[in-house]
């Protein structure tokens, strides 16, 4: 069993920033990508950026250029730095953790919202 603790989410204006953190417990040793997902009001859940345990990432293309992620593997902790961000960022964001790039996510933390004004 992998726990997830997602913690930073808030309020933002638009072009403001935010950074989310996601603490890992467990079975740490079956993870090896860690992601971000996010899900708004009516809309899918959708991958917005994974890292590999190399450090290899992935980023959606609407957050490309914007949106950072890393990870500590020491800490066991995934982040999400977010910048310039944009109202239609606003969605409830979920800390993922899967065995591999293409595997569907095996553990979900309880999500953190973000809500960007403008």
């Known amino acids: 069993q992998v726990r997830l603790v997602e913690s930073g989410g808030g309020l933002a204006q638009a072009g403001g920033s935010l950074t989310l953190s996601c603490a890992a417990s467990?079975?740490?040793?079956?993870?090896?990508?860690m992601g971000w997902y996010r899900q708004a009001p009516g809309k899918e859940r959708e991958l917005v950026a994974h890292?590999?345990?190399?450090?290899?990432?992935y980023y959606a293309d609407s957050v490309k250029g914007r949106f950072t992620i890393s990870r500590d593997n020491a800490k066991n902790t995934l982040y999400l730095q977010m910048n310039s961000l944009k109202p239609e960022d606003t969605a409830m964001y979920f800390c993922?953790?899967?065995?591999?790039?293409?595997?569907?996510?095996?553990?979900w933390g309880q999500g953190t919202q973000v809500t960007v004004s403008s």
């Open positions: 993922a953790a899967k065995r591999a790039t293409l595997s569907p996510p095996s553990s």
């Open positions: 890292i590999s345990r190399s450090g290899s990432t």
């Open positions: 467990g079975s740490i040793f079956r993870i090896n990508v």
